[in-house]
C-alpha cells in the first residue's frame, strides 16, 4: 500500500536537522534540490505502487536509491550499505535526519527495480530532462 504525501507542512519544513549539517556545494545536495520529486511522485506513485498491502516506502526513497546504486554501479546489497554510512545519500532519498539504520532490505530495492518497465523508465528520464537536472557527468 502507498500513501502519497499529504502536502500538509510538518517541522521537518522548518527546521531540517540533517540539511543544516551538510555542505551545499556537495553533489547529491545540489541533485537533491534540483530533482522534480514532487512531479515524479504525482507521475509514478500509481503505476509503481498497489493501494493495498503493507504500507511501501516512500518513491523518493526507492527511486533515488535506484539512482544511487546505478550512479555508483554497485549491487542492490551495496547501495543500502552506503546509504546506511552517507548522510549526503540519505538527503538525497529525503530523510531529514541521519540514521545509522538500514533503510531497507536489498530485496526491497530489487523489486522496486523489477517494477521499473521500459515504459516508466522512459517517462523519469522525460521528467528529468524536462526539469534540466545536472547529471553527475557533467560535474567538473
Excluded at 499529504?6 to 547529491?28: A, K, S, V
Excluded at 523518493?60 to 547501495?79: F, N, W, Y
Excluded at 528529468?128 to 557533467?138: C, E, G, L, M, P
Aim: aromatic letters at 8%; a neutral charge.
Amino acid at each position: 500500500m502507498y500513501k502519497l504525501p499529504d502536502g500538509q507542512l510538518d517541522i521537518y519544513t522548518l527546521i531540517h536537522p540533517l540539511e543544516d549539517m551538510l555542505d551545499p556545494e556537495n553533489r547529491w545536495v545540489v541533485r537533491a534540490r534540483s530533482m522534480p520529486w514532487e512531479e515524479l511522485e504525482r507521475v509514478l506513485s500509481g503505476k509503481l505502487y498497489s493501494s493495498r498491502g503493507a504500507p511501501a516506502k516512500p518513491l523518493r526513497m526507492m527511486l533515488g536509491a535506484m539512482m544511487i546504486g546505478d550512479h555508483l554501479k554497485c549491487s542492490d546489497a551495496e547501495t543500502v550499505r552506503q546509504l546506511q554510512e552517507n548522510p549526503y545519500m540519505q538527503y538525497f532519498v529525503g530523510l531529514n535526519e541521519f540514521t545509522r539504520e538500514r533503510l531497507f532490505a536489498p530485496l526491497s530495492l530489487s523489486l522496486f527495480r523489477k517494477k521499473i518497465t521500459p515504459a516508466i523508465d522512459r517517462e523519469i528520464r522525460h521528467i528529468i530532462k524536462s526539469a534540466d537536472v545536472r547529471d553527475f557527468s557533467d560535474e567538473s
